[in-house]
């Protein structure tokens, strides 16, 4: 049974850092293209940023570019996340794919989320 589960989620004031970590079971990471998602309340899914598995130049949505940072190593997933601002509140989600896209559809597997809010 395959299992995501991302972590490092929490307040934090505009302005602030958080990484969130990506790690999984029943599956290798390392083989996978992941995604980054968040979707705030009222709001659809979006992806933000995505890593693929043997390519180390990841992609980012434009509201996330250089703020947010994707990486991996040792078969976990990282997103570091500077300047947060009071519009980066969602919940953040990591999915697995073959490749990277900002499609929903085309990821295979997703975590439960973990809640980022950006308040002062």
């Known amino acids: 049974q395959v299992q995501l589960v991302e972590s490092g989620g929490g307040l934090v004031q505009p302005g602030g850092s958080l990484r969130l970590s990506c790690v999984a079971s029943g599956l290798v990471l390392d083989d996978f293209a992941v995604g980054w998602f968040r979707q705030a309340p009222g709001k659809e899914r979006e992806g933000i940023a995505c890593?693929?598995?043997?390519?180390?130049s990841p992609y980012y949505e434009d509201s996330v570019k250089g703020r947010f940072t994707t990486s991996r190593a040792s078969a976990t997933v990282y997103l570091q996340m500077d300047r947060l601002k009071p519009e980066d509140t969602a919940v953040y989600y990591c999915?697995?794919?073959?490749?990277?896209?900002?499609?929903?559809?085309?990821?295979?597997?997703w975590g439960q989320g973990t809640q980022v809010t950006v308040s002062a």
């Open positions: 890593i693929r598995s043997r390519d180390p």
């Open positions: 999915a697995t794919s073959r490749g990277c896209s900002f499609h929903v559809g085309a990821f295979d597997y």
